[in-house]
């Protein structure tokens, strides 16, 4: 038998509000094919093609950047 726990009740609370939802017809599960499932990039080791498409599908910008002696230089500027 279920044992409650007060740590816990929020996730109660939260998941009947997220099924009376789904009862009015609120939300829609859609499933979504593990080719674009966007959150791969946090979890999974991914090909770089495979890492650049989900950088495109995220609207994610790539860009070169480099810090190394950035912070020296403006820590030298601001002393002067």
Do not use: M
Request: no cysteine; proline share 1%; net charge positive.
């Amino acid at each position: 038998h279920p044992v409650y726990h007060s740590h816990s009740k929020h996730i109660e609370i939260d998941l009947h509000f997220f099924l009376e939802k789904l009862a009015k017809g609120d939300l829609k599960i859609q499933y979504i094919s593990s080719k674009d499932q966007v959150a791969d990039i946090l979890t999974k080791s991914l090909s770089k093609q495979h890492h650049y498409q989900i950088i495109n599908k995220l609207n994610l910008i790539v860009g070169a950047l480099s810090l190394w002696g950035d912070v020296n230089r403006s820590t030298k500027k601001a002393l002067k």
